[in-house]
């Protein structure tokens, strides 16, 4: 084989590589920011709208890079950077998240603000890589349109198996955290061949172990007690919570999911679970053997303690993160065993059903403050509503702003399409914190519900209906849209927590 060949062959390998790690960092993003501003259609679009202006950059500056000169040595030079940009992400990491968390700024913002600092120069430097290559590569044959084409293709085929890769495997197997450390240590590797001199590679040896993987070691932690194809996830010690004893919560992404009692399986903690609890029980006549299906298990608090008051109710739980119901059994307290558990999206799961199977259904899906769309149309009303015994009831948590919810008030329009008697409850005037955690109860009939409702049993708590107040102030219902499968604009309806300071 030819030098040429061998040189050629050596380029296009390295664009392949390259594009396939712009994708692992660009996926590792998500979730390194997950845990300080969560995951939404806004910390995406903050993510691949910064990785993209770091390639543009650097795919410019590539190009004029190459027009005047730049060689293969360049090339390792620009990867060694890169290796060292990649390494300082775990060092900048924590100081500057730490900073962030303390400026008021909304979660959009500090999610932009945050992957600049951290990506764009990743990126950028990466993005200098694919023209140089291109054009160091022209000068080894002759056949333009055919090399060009081939190392795009190339470019594509290696962002793709990186964005598999990373998506599918390393994130649940290795963690964010050695997945940076690990994509650092092969751009500095690829860097060797081409920096060729043995001074430089030396000198290069030492940036890596002092400059990058020394410093990104002693740096970033990863606060995940576990990682999925979801969330991070961790448990922390809830016991302050608790009027008594012992108490643990599970922690997803950067909100606490639930909290369960080591002792007292029904001593629910969170407010709006002891809400749902309560209207769940009140709605049956707490009569035994009752079938429940909950949409999201999280710390399974509610099941669990369900369970705990009537061994003989028939309990379907569908939780999309297999890891998240480990978890929940090694350190939650749950045994899983009297439910039926079913790892796959709530809307699947629920259409698996016959109709009329359910006397109460819970939607408890809220992801910090995002919620999968397709589980709050009227279509998947529609659904709640055909499974639901004619008695039954739907009940389910939102999160959103006060006095004036929109993502509410179009949740409420959309229930009211398909159920007769839809209710909104929240404990109180929220003191002046412009976030709320609401519950919303629709059902066709039952018995009647009071206008304030007291704890029956647990810690002594109090909650109100406020529909009528909701309807009366703020934005007319008239003006909320109806949310379908086609119209889901849950982000436009809670653009308050994502633009302001509330939602953090």
């Known amino acids: 084989m030819s030098r040429p060949v061998i040189q050629l062959s050596g380029y296009a390998a390295l664009i392949f590589i390259t594009s396939a790690l712009v994708l692992v960092v660009e996926i590792v993003a998500a979730r390194l920011i997950a845990p300080f501003v969560g995951v939404s259609l806004y910390s995406w679009t903050a993510i691949i709208g910064v990785v993209l202006a770091g390639l543009s950059l650097g795919n410019w500056v590539g190009g004029v890079w190459a027009d005047r000169g730049a060689t293969q040595r360049t090339a390792g030079v620009v990867l060694l950077f890169a290796s060292l940009s990649v390494f300082s992400v775990l060092l900048i990491l924590p100081q500057l998240a730490q900073h962030l968390q303390t400026v008021p700024l909304s979660l959009a913002s500090l999610s932009l603000l945050l992957t600049g600092a951290l990506f764009f120069v990743p990126a950028a430097l990466l993005g200098v890589l694919t023209p140089l290559l291109i054009t160091l590569s022209l000068q080894l044959s002759d056949r333009t349109g055919h090399i060009i084409g081939m190392l795009h293709a190339l470019a594509a085929l290696g962002s793709i198996l990186g964005t598999f890769v990373t998506g599918f495997w390393l994130v649940q197997w290795i963690g964010s955290r050695d997945i940076i450390i690990a994509t650092g240590i092969v751009l500095f590797v690829l860097s060797l061949p081409l920096l060729r001199k043995p001074a430089t590679i030396g000198a290069a040896l030492m940036a890596l172990l002092f400059g990058g993987l020394g410093l990104s070691l002693y740096g970033y932690e990863n606060p995940c007690d576990r990682e999925s194809g979801y969330f991070c996830l961790r448990v922390v010690d809830a016991s302050h919570e608790a009027p008594f004893g012992e108490a643990r919560g599970l922690v997803l992404d950067h909100l ?233 604009p849950v982000e436009r309806l809670m653009t308050k927590l994502f633009l302001g300071d509330s939602g953090r």
């Open 256 to 488: 606490l999911h639930g909290s369960n009692h080591r002792e007292h399986p029904q001593l629910i903690l969170a407010p709006y679970l002891h809400l749902i609890d309560e209207l769940a029980a009140w709605q049956t006549g707490q009569d035994e053997g009752r079938s429940y299906f909950f949409a999201g298990g999280g710390a399974y608090t509610l099941p669990r303690a369900l369970h705990d008051r009537d061994p003989k109710a028939h309990i379907v739980v569908a939780e999309i993160d297999p890891t998240v119901t480990k978890l929940a059994v090694d350190e939650l307290y749950v045994d899983t065993n009297p439910f039926e558990v079913r790892h796959t999206d709530a809307r699947v799961a629920l259409q698996q059903d016959p109709a009329g199977k359910y006397d109460v259904i819970v939607g408890d899906v809220f992801h910090d403050i995002a919620i999968p769309y397709h589980l709050v149309t009227a279509e998947f009303s529609e659904l709640v509503s055909q499974r639901l015994k004619p008695d039954g009831i739907y009940l389910m948590n939102v999160v959103d702003t006060y006095p004036n919810p929109l993502l509410v008030k179009a949740k409420m329009k959309t229930l009211a399409s398909v159920f007769d008697d839809v209710q909104v409850w929240m404990d109180g005037p929220p003191d002046g914190q412009p976030r709320v955690t609401y519950v919303i109860s629709a059902r066709n009939t039952g018995p009647e519900l009071p206008f304030i409702y007291e704890a029956k049993r647990g810690l002594n708590r109090i909650w109100g209906q406020a529909t009528q107040g909701l309807m009366a102030q703020g934005t007319a219902m008239a003006e909320v849209p109806l949310i379908t499968d086609d119209l889901a």
